[in-house]
Each structure stands twice: as structure tokens, then as C-alpha cells.
């Protein structure tokens, strides 16, 4: 009788341990960042890159280093609070620079596109490196990638977030237009 009561304590003890566990982590989203490539002249979705972080963070911030291109320039995007370069790109001037992180891209035909759209209200963006202070119809240039299935998946997973992006430029002087990609930065 000792031994029953012995184990029946040591079972409840092991389910309670058991069910604690498995309630804090089917609560826990996973913390992503997705970067997605939309041609410049034509607004078309060339391709995205998903990272998934091990650890969470209460908010998101992008730093950023830049170095001008006054032969060979850079931009560095940074997630801070996880001090993760999510972007590293070149700048050249009369060049044509090129992205050295993420070093590839998911093509745009690997992404489902819907035919409807989850009912969240239009994003609010934000340019995180615009050094010319071009005003963008950003809504517009959004329009590539809102049909996208993991696009209307991070906007419900986190509605008020706020969509980064900003125009990579990897030649600038005479730059070829043909060349320049928005950059999309989402946190679900």
C-alpha cells in the first residue's frame, strides 16, 4: 500500500511538470524576421529570406551602419536588441555593388500567394535608410508582396508592427535603376 500511494504521488507529480512545460511552450511564438525583394522599376516580388531567432525580444529595433559611397560604400542592418545583422550590402559608386547577407533568397515562385487577404488594417512603414529624403508611395510598392501567404501570416501574428524596408541601391552616380530592390524587414 506504501508503494501504491508512493507512486500515484511521483504520477501527479510527473503530469503536473509534464502539462506545466508543455503549456509555456505551445504559448511561445517562434521570434521570425523576413526580408523581401521587390524590384524597384517594376514593383515585382523577386524573393525572401525567413530567419528564425532563439531567443524573443520585447521590441524591434534596426541599427544601421553606413558607409558612403565615395568609392566603396555599405549598408549594415542590424536587429538590435539581438545585436543580428539581418542586411550587409555594397554601395558603389559608377559600380554595381552586391548583397553579401542574407546570401540567399527563397525565389518568389516557392511563396504562395492568396487570393484573399487576412483583414488587418494597412501597415504603417518606416524607411530605415532613405538618405535623400525621397517621399514613396509605400502602400503601393507594398501591393508586391500583401497577396503573400507568410506575409498575411506575420501581419496577424503581430498587427501593429511596424514594416521596415528601404531602397538598396548597389550603384549610385550613374546607377542602374535596373539594379535597385526594395527591402522589406518584418517581425512576426
Not at 40 to 49: A, D, K, P, V, W
Not at 50 to 59: L, V, Y
Not at 141 to 151: D, G, K, Q, S, T
Not at 178 to 183: D, G, L, N, R, V
Amino acid at each position: 500500500m506504501k508503494y501504491l500511494l508512493f507512486f500515484a504521488l511521483v504520477c501527479i507529480q510527473v503530469s503536473c511538470v509534464s502539462n506545466s512545460n508543455t503549456d509555456s511552450n505551445t504559448s511561445l511564438t517562434p521570434n521570425k524576421v523576413l526580408l523581401l525583394k521587390v524590384d524597384y522599376e517594376t514593383n515585382t516580388f523577386e524573393g525572401g529570406n525567413e530567419t528564425t531567432f532563439p531567443s524573443s525580444t520585447a521590441s524591434f529595433t534596426l541599427t544601421k551602419q553606413v558607409i558612403p559611397p565615395g568609392d566603396f560604400g555599405n549598408i549594415k542592418l542590424f536587429y538590435s536588441e539581438l545585436n543580428y545583422k539581418l542586411f550587409d550590402g555594397d554601395i558603389i559608386w559608377m559600380g554595381d555593388g552586391q548583397i553579401h547577407f542574407p546570401t540567399s533568397f527563397l525565389p518568389a515562385n516557392q511563396y504562395i500567394f492568396l487570393n484573399t487577404l487576412v483583414p488587418i488594417a494597412d501597415p504603417v512603414f518606416e524607411n530605415v535608410y532613405n538618405p535623400d529624403n525621397t517621399n514613396y508611395n509605400y502602400s503601393e510598392i507594398f501591393n508586391a508582396i500583401r497577396y503573400l501567404e507568410i506575409v498575411n501570416q506575420y501581419r496577424a501574428s503581430n498587427p501593429n508592427a511596424t514594416v521596415k524596408l528601404f531602397l538598396y541601391t548597389p550603384g549610385v552616380g550613374v546607377g542602374d535603376p535596373s539594379q535597385w530592390k526594395w527591402i522589406f524587414i518584418i517581425k512576426n
